[in-house]
């Protein structure tokens, strides 16, 4: 086999076919290294920036800031294809139990074996591989995933079950096969390797393109796994415990029909972001796509929906998709131009339900403008969100925007990573916090010679892991996110990085896991080389697997938006609307803030400042003289901490 025609650099190259933009390259680095390992996103349209050049990273350390994370080996890779999908799960946690489990490939996926392993205080230490699917199954396998099955919500790890699924299938992608086994108690198959392939009611052949997500329904009887499936639609299986059957299915409302066809043949341009389950025991699939009733207003951008089922998955409800305006006025609100920013084409996304009927989507935000400079542009990874009925945008973090390129398999052929800044969302288990994780540059200025020019200090520009944290609190506007917490801080490449998806409820003693390249001894490598290119250049180079825990509690505790907090504002619709002389608007605070009040022309562009200065609580009427402007559409922004709102009116002559 030929692993450099591996499903992960099909999907990528499919991708880069959709942006004909080529990735930038970031600034030259003073130190000497073979290539710079970070591109930015490419533009949809294919325009370079300004400068030529992306963002520089807006994080710096020094050797003074003291030492980082301390990672501890656990277990070990052949290359790092077994954690290059970024919606593969290998990493799960049941709080009620306390348990870990880790899951991985054997030889790179060549030999049909499958191993887990689990830890009961938090990866600290951990019991021996066992292995999944014993009898083996068809070579070469991708992308393993685990989950761990605790419907009653037991606190003893015998009543545990654990799903496990992987893909096996061709280089070529051509037909992929999804096998599926639920491991009762530690070690025991509840059922024998079973595959999806077959023809469903509609007459599809489920060959299985890419990702899938599991989850095991309310009352404990259903094994649930949605995924990508080739053609561009998304499918589903659902194996019964009980009677041991398995049901595959393209439901209607997630098929191809309902996506921009992606043209190039044997591509999937639909994602499955993620799957989740609200309290009552609704089901929700995240889907990131491109959909026809947007490509007028958006272009190609993709946008992000969801599909619901109150029936264990037998009948889905129309995907709801993001409406335009909400965009647009968080666009308004953050200075850019609507027109100009779109969400990052599939590097990094993920979903999470927050409660019943509520969900979050956590996505990267580009502003692609060629009259501002890219320090300029809006580069943000926000959340897209989903509460008693209503969309929003809210912003997590400023972010840098660039991603890594690396080659997994060969150091001729650099790429850009799947996994992009690896977003992924946990949440606690009573519900009440959520906890982000992803990934950012940071330049790092040491007292060493990294490099071997005999000059210190060097600077090298490397990867930290950062996390951001927020409470669910019901019936209140102030949501806003934590500042940014770097929990790893180290000048080492981080990649291929991974958070469970249920976290404790203190948020304390979270596991992390990442990869790192094994550094063969009997090379002369420089400190730099080490730190970042062999990280980078992962071809036929053993994987580390590592485990670190971290604390997000002074994030998670503070007081809500302690950093950013809002005024808890509510902006009125303007008055009247069409206005010709002035219009009127109110603006409502619950507490104290600093506020700003602005208006802006439909290209994002400042047309006057109303107000920015402290308000006290209560209810402001602001009045807008629109006799000096020319007539047209304005949208009113207010601003407060991370909070910000958009009305829009009209001016008429």
Same mark, same amino acid.
């Given at each position: 086999?030929?692993?450099?025609?591996?499903?992960?650099?099909? %999907?990528?190259?499919?991708?880069?076919?959709?942006?004909?933009?080529?990735?930038?390259?970031?600034?030259?680095?003073? !130190?000497?290294?073979?290539?710079?390992? $970070?591109?930015?996103? @490419?533009?949809?349209?294919?325009?370079?920036?300004?400068? /030529?050049?992306?963002?520089?990273?807006?994080?710096?350390?020094?050797?003074?800031?003291?030492?980082?994370?301390?990672?501890?080996?656990?277990? =070990?890779?052949?290359?790092?294809?077994?954690?290059?999908?970024?919606?593969?799960?290998?990493?799960?946690?049941?709080?009620?139990?306390?348990?870990?489990?880790?899951?991985?490939?054997?030889?790179? &996926?060549?030999?049909?074996?499958?191993? $887990?392993?689990?830890?009961?205080?938090?990866?600290?230490?951990?019991?021996?591989?066992?292995?999944?699917?014993?009898?083996?199954?068809?070579?070469?396998?991708?992308?393993?995933?685990?989950?761990?099955?605790?419907?009653?919500?037991?606190?003893?790890?015998?009543?545990?079950?654990?799903?496990?699924?992987?893909?096996? /299938?061709?280089?070529?992608?051509?037909?992929?096969?999804?096998?599926?086994?639920?491991?009762? *108690?530690?070690?025991?198959?509840?059922?024998?390797?079973?595959?999806? !392939? &077959?023809?469903?009611? *509609?007459?599809?052949?489920?060959? #299985?393109?890419?990702?899938?997500?599991?989850? /095991?329904?309310?009352? *404990?009887?259903?094994?649930?796994?949605?995924?990508?499936?080739?053609?561009?639609?998304?499918?589903?299986?659902?194996?019964?415990?009980?009677?041991?059957?398995?049901?595959?299915?393209?439901?209607?409302? #997630?098929?191809?029909?309902?996506?921009?066809?992606?043209?190039?043949?044997?591509?999937?341009?639909?994602?499955?972001?993620? $799957?989740?389950?609200?309290?009552?025991?609704?089901?929700?699939?995240?889907?990131?796509?491109?959909?026809?009733?947007?490509?007028?207003?958006?272009?190609?951008?993709?946008?992000?929906?969801?599909?619901?089922?109150?029936?264990?998955?037998?009948?889905?409800?129309?995907?709801? +998709?993001?409406?335009?305006?909400?965009?647009?006025?968080?666009? +308004?609100?953050?200075?850019?131009? @609507?027109?100009?920013?779109?969400?990052?084409?599939?590097?990094?996304?993920?979903?999470?339900?927050?409660?019943?009927?509520?969900?979050?989507? %956590?996505?990267?935000?580009?502003?692609?403008?060629?009259?501002?400079? @890219?320090?300029?542009?809006?580069?943000?990874?926000?959340?897209?969100?989903?509460?008693? /009925?209503?969309? &929003?945008?809210?912003?997590?973090?400023?972010?840098?925007?660039?991603?890594?390129?690396?080659?997994?398999?060969?150091?001729?052929?650099?790429?850009?990573?799947?996994?992009?800044?690896?977003?992924?969302?946990?949440? !606690?288990?009573?519900?009440?916090?959520?906890?982000?994780? #992803?990934?950012?540059?940071?330049?790092?200025?040491?007292?060493?010679?990294?490099?071997?020019?005999?000059?210190?200090?060097?600077?090298?520009?490397?990867?930290?892991?950062?996390?951001?944290?927020?409470?669910?609190?019901?019936?209140?506007?102030?949501?806003?996110?934590?500042?940014?917490?770097?929990?790893?801080?180290?000048?080492?490449?981080?990649?291929?990085?991974?958070?469970?998806?249920?976290?404790?409820?203190?948020?304390?003693?979270?596991?992390?896991?990442?990869?790192?390249?094994?550094?063969?001894?009997?090379?002369?490598?420089?400190?730099?080389?080490?730190?970042?290119?062999?990280?980078?250049?992962?071809?036929?180079?053993?994987?580390?697997?590592?485990? =670190?825990?971290?604390?997000?509690?002074?994030?998670?505790?503070?007081?809500?938006?302690?950093?950013?907090?809002?005024?808890?504002?509510?902006?009125?619709?303007?008055?009247?609307?069409?206005?010709?002389?002035?219009?009127?608007?109110?603006?409502?605070?619950?507490?104290?803030?600093?506020?700003? +009040?602005?208006?802006?022309?439909?290209?994002?562009?400042?047309?006057?400042?109303?107000?920015?200065?402290?308000?006290?609580?209560?209810?402001?009427?602001?009045?807008?003289?629109?006799?000096?402007?020319?007539?047209?559409?304005?949208?009113?922004?207010?601003?407060?901490?991370?909070?910000?709102?958009?009305?829009? $009116?009209?001016?008429?002559?």
């Amino acid at each position: 086999m030929n692993p450099a025609s591996l499903p992960e650099k099909v %999907f990528a190259l499919m991708l880069l076919m959709l942006l004909p933009a080529a990735a930038l390259h970031a600034q030259a680095r003073r !130190t000497k290294s073979a290539a710079v390992p $970070f591109t930015s996103q @490419p533009d949809p349209a294919g325009r370079p920036s300004p400068t /030529g050049v992306p963002r520089p990273p807006l994080y710096v350390r020094h050797s003074a800031d003291g030492v980082g994370t301390q990672y501890r080996i656990f277990d =070990s890779l052949p290359n790092a294809l077994s954690h290059a999908s970024f919606a593969q799960e290998p990493l799960a946690y049941d709080a009620a139990t306390n348990r870990l489990m880790s899951i991985k490939l054997g030889n790179a &996926g060549l030999s049909g074996e499958v191993f $887990f392993r689990y830890s009961d205080d938090r990866g600290y230490s951990w019991s021996e591989p066992d292995q999944a699917f014993p009898a083996g199954i068809p070579q070469p396998l991708w992308n393993p995933s685990i989950t761990i099955l605790n419907p009653g919500n037991s606190h003893d790890v015998l009543a545990l079950d654990y799903g496990i699924t992987v893909l096996s /299938g061709p280089a070529d992608g051509a037909t992929r096969v999804l096998y599926q086994q639920i491991i009762q *108690g530690n070690s025991v198959p509840l059922s024998p390797p079973d595959s999806s !392939t &077959g023809a469903d009611a *509609g007459g599809h052949t489920l060959s #299985w393109w890419g990702d899938v997500k599991s989850l /095991g329904s309310a009352d *404990g009887t259903l094994f649930i796994t949605a995924g990508e499936i080739e053609g561009n639609n998304i499918g589903m299986t659902s194996f019964d415990r009980t009677t041991r059957t398995l049901t595959t299915s393209i439901p209607q409302q #997630w098929d191809a029909s309902h996506y921009v066809d992606p043209v190039v043949t044997n591509i999937q341009a639909t994602l499955l972001a993620g $799957f989740g389950m609200d309290r009552t025991g609704s089901i929700y699939a995240g889907i990131y796509s491109r959909f026809p009733e947007r490509e007028i207003m958006r272009r190609a951008h993709p946008y992000p929906a969801v599909s619901m089922s109150t029936d264990n998955g037998r009948r889905w409800r129309e995907l709801n +998709l993001l409406p335009v305006s909400p965009l647009q006025q968080y666009a +308004l609100s953050q200075g850019a131009n @609507p027109d100009s920013v779109h969400f990052s084409y599939g590097w990094a996304n993920d979903f999470i339900v927050t409660g019943n009927g509520n969900f979050s989507f %956590f996505l990267d935000l580009f502003e692609s403008n060629n009259d501002k400079t @890219p320090e300029a542009e809006l580069r943000q990874l926000v959340e897209v969100y989903k509460v008693n /009925g209503i969309w &929003g945008i809210r912003k997590v973090a400023d972010i840098s925007g660039r991603l890594i390129s690396y080659d997994p398999m060969e150091p001729a052929e650099p790429r850009i990573s799947l996994l992009g800044s690896e977003v992924q969302a946990a949440r !606690t288990p009573d519900g009440t916090g959520l906890l982000v994780k #992803w990934i950012d540059l940071v330049t790092y200025i040491l007292d060493e010679d990294l490099n071997r020019d005999g000059v210190t200090p060097d600077t090298v520009i490397s990867t930290d892991v950062f996390v951001a944290a927020r409470r669910i609190v019901p019936d209140t506007s102030d949501h806003t996110w934590s500042r940014a917490l770097n929990i790893t801080g180290t000048p080492v490449l981080d990649r291929f990085t991974r958070i469970p998806e249920t976290i404790p409820d203190d948020y304390m003693n979270i596991p992390l896991m990442t990869l790192q390249t094994k550094i063969d001894p009997k090379l002369d490598l420089t400190r730099e080389d080490e730190l970042i290119n062999a990280q980078v250049n992962v071809a036929g180079r053993m994987q580390y697997m590592m485990m =670190s825990n971290f604390d997000a509690g002074s994030i998670a505790a503070a007081e809500p938006g302690a950093a950013t907090r809002g005024a808890g504002m509510m902006l009125s619709p303007a008055f009247p609307n069409p206005a010709s002389t002035a219009a009127t608007i109110r603006l409502t605070l619950s507490r104290r803030a600093d506020v700003r +009040l602005h208006l802006r022309n439909t290209l994002g562009e400042l047309v006057c400042s109303l107000a920015d200065g402290t308000m006290e609580a209560g209810d402001h009427e602001i009045r807008v003289a629109t006799g000096d402007l020319p007539a047209g559409s304005y949208y009113l922004t207010s601003s407060s901490g991370n909070e910000t709102m958009a009305r829009m $009116f009209v001016v008429v002559r």
